[in-house]
């Protein structure tokens, strides 16, 4: 294509809104433009990018088996209603109505839909296992839209769906779609790492991996092993725990501990604790209450720790959790926030072990202005409910080996879910099993966000001012820059270099525009061709200026150039 007549409009200045270098790069190089927050238009480039995206994605979920279709956006509230997640997704679920007050929502994930239609479809064993997929575009009502592509409120996603008679055939259809995604995540020239992981809102009764792209501006956190394969996110992320038994034998005998309340006027806080009672954060108790569906809770943690109420929510097998708020700590405990202790609290207490281990620690005295010395943890309070409910921490060590645990920041580019029954039971949802019996599908859920990959590679492919695109989705594989069009030879070179390659079935881009040489090599560090062929004075005696992916000029023949370029595009 010559970039006389490309829609491409580039941007000098970095976007004021533009945090992420992704967002900024693709801003800047006429890649996307917003329409509203976390709403975008892909321009000509981007859309060239992203349908490369898809069109991988759809080789590799077509060799895994796997079938396409398209389902509608627009889904009935009903059916939402009917698998019990109308209420769950909460006010990222967007809702409207038809002229006839009928409602419907736009969405977000598609279980309820491909449920409802395998439902209608299948209704024996013998057309199972089956896989469905389609990419299409998705709907949230994201609070905070941010980072571009990376957290929009319209966003492209492929979706997957097996069906499977029993656990051991969705065994087989998780392995094949996890195998499937680690083909597609290295095609596109990633660093990445699948990580254990919570269902969230799609739910489900197995296992869940997620793929995390690496990277500083990641909104998720990775947690792995220095030593092992262990890896999950930080909602999901274990630790060893020492037996609170023999931690608190270790620590010796408790006899003739006992509390002591203490005035801590105008100290609420852990830190003002520590500054006012002159002690360590790790000999508190930090006491928090929180609302669970329709009830009140307190969960115990160490002082320096925090509360991780993904695991709360696992559990206590809940719908919703939520801190709450400054009039129902009131209630419950007498005191205003900051004040809350475990001692003769009236509600269900989840202890973190390293809590359970403590011989002794500081809390709350559920009064204002007070708190308690020399608690002890199994006998002034309970231990009846003690397990893991915080988040990992710098220091920690891998509940499987026992080394230390790193930590990463990560971008979340697919998930992969064991759903079970979840909706099928919940849409009565059955097949016909070999002996006349009716029996529920047994699914698995594969998410990729594809607009959310594109930034991902951006953010990973960007080197100082310089955008390189890997070869496989490069909007255009070779970037032909003649320094002067005015100039006859370097004109009459790059045309013939540009009808060469084009005849080599290679994407090819020509500036054929008449405009300043820096200009033009702006323009192409933004437009990131993986090759850049750089036609200078060289080109009277036949030499160009070799540009790859590292940024290296290499002055070299026109025949020599076309062979690295065909070895380049052999190679992926």
């Not at 321009?43 to 759809?58: A, C, D, Q, S, T």
């Not at 990376?150 to 029993?166: H, P, V």
């Not at 095609?187 to 739910?203: C, H, P, Q, T």
Request: glycine share 8%; aromatic share 8%.
């Amino acid at each position: 294509m010559k970039q006389s007549q490309l829609f491409m409009s580039t941007l000098r200045e970095v976007p004021a809104e533009a945090e992420a270098l992704s967002h900024q790069q693709l801003l800047r190089g006429g890649y996307i433009r917003q329409v509203a927050a976390g709403i975008y238009t892909y321009l000509p480039l981007g859309w060239r990018v992203l349908r490369k995206i898809e069109n991988i994605i759809r080789q590799e979920m077509n060799a895994s088996g796997a079938q396409e279709l398209h389902m509608p956006a627009i889904q009935p509230a009903e059916l939402w209603k009917e698998s019990g997640r109308y209420d769950v997704y909460g006010p990222e679920l967007i809702r409207l109505y038809d002229r006839h007050e009928r409602e419907f929502v736009l969405g977000p994930t598609h279980e309820e839909v491909i449920t409802s239609l395998v439902r209608q479809e299948v209704s024996s064993y013998r057309k199972l296992p089956v896989n469905l997929y389609q990419i299409q575009t998705k709907y949230r009502d994201e609070r905070r839209p941010r980072f571009g592509l990376l957290r929009g409120r319209e966003f492209i996603m492929k979706d997957a769906y097996s069906f499977d008679t029993d656990w051991e055939g969705l065994d087989h259809s998780y392995r094949n779609m996890y195998s499937t995604y680690e083909r597609i995540f290295k095609r596109f020239g990633l660093r990445f790492k699948a990580v254990e992981a919570d269902a969230g809102a799609i739910g489900g009764q197995g296992e869940t991996h997620e793929f995390m792209a690496l990277a500083e501006i990641g909104e998720d956190t990775i947690v792995s092993c220095s030593s092992c394969e262990y890896a999950a996110n930080l909602e999901q992320a274990q630790m060893a725990v020492i037996d609170e038994a023999d931690r608190r034998a270790s620590a010796g005998t408790d006899e003739g501990i006992s509390m002591e309340k203490i005035a801590t006027p105008n100290v609420k806080s852990i830190q003002e604790l520590v500054e006012f009672l002159q002690v360590s954060s790790h000999q508190l108790i930090k006491t928090l209450l929180y609302k669970v569906d329709d009830k009140l809770i307190a969960v115990l943690v160490r002082g320096d720790r925090e509360v991780n109420e993904v695991k709360v929510k696992s559990y206590l097998q809940a719908e919703a959790v939520e801190l709450a708020d400054a009039g129902e700590v009131q209630r419950a405990t007498g005191a205003p926030t900051g004040f809350a202790g475990p001692v003769g609290l009236p509600l269900q207490l989840l202890v973190d072990h390293e809590v359970a281990s403590m011989l002794e620690g500081i809390t709350g005295a559920n009064e204002v202005d007070m708190h308690l010395m020399r608690v002890r943890p199994g006998i002034d309070f309970s231990l009846e409910q003690t397990g893991d409910f915080r988040n990992a921490a710098e220091g920690d060590r891998c509940p499987r080996c026992g080394e230390s645990l790193l930590f990463h920041r990560g971008i979340e580019l697919g998930h992969v879910f064991k759903l079970g029954t979840k909706y099928s039971d919940a849409l009565s949802a059955t097949y016909v099993d070999a002996d006349g019996r009716e029996k529920p599908f047994v699914m698995g859920c594969y998410g990729i966000g594809v607009s959310r990959v594109m930034a991902a590679i951006a953010e990973q492919s960007i080197e100082g001012e310089r955008l390189v695109w890997p070869i496989s989705v490069a909007p255009f594989q070779v970037h032909i820059i003649p320094v002067s069009v005015k100039d006859e030879s370097q004109s009459a070179l790059a045309e013939r270099l540009y009808r060469d390659l084009t005849d080599m079935r290679l994407e090819v881009l020509l500036d054929d525009r008449d405009e300043r040489a820096g200009v033009k090599f702006k323009d192409g560090d933004l437009l990131g061709a993986p090759i850049r062929i750089i036609v200078g004075r060289g080109a009277v005696s036949g030499e160009v200026e070799f540009m790859g992916s590292d940024g290296a000029k290499v002055s070299m023949s026109v025949a020599d150039a076309l062979e690295r370029i065909r070895e380049a595009s052999l190679a992926n």
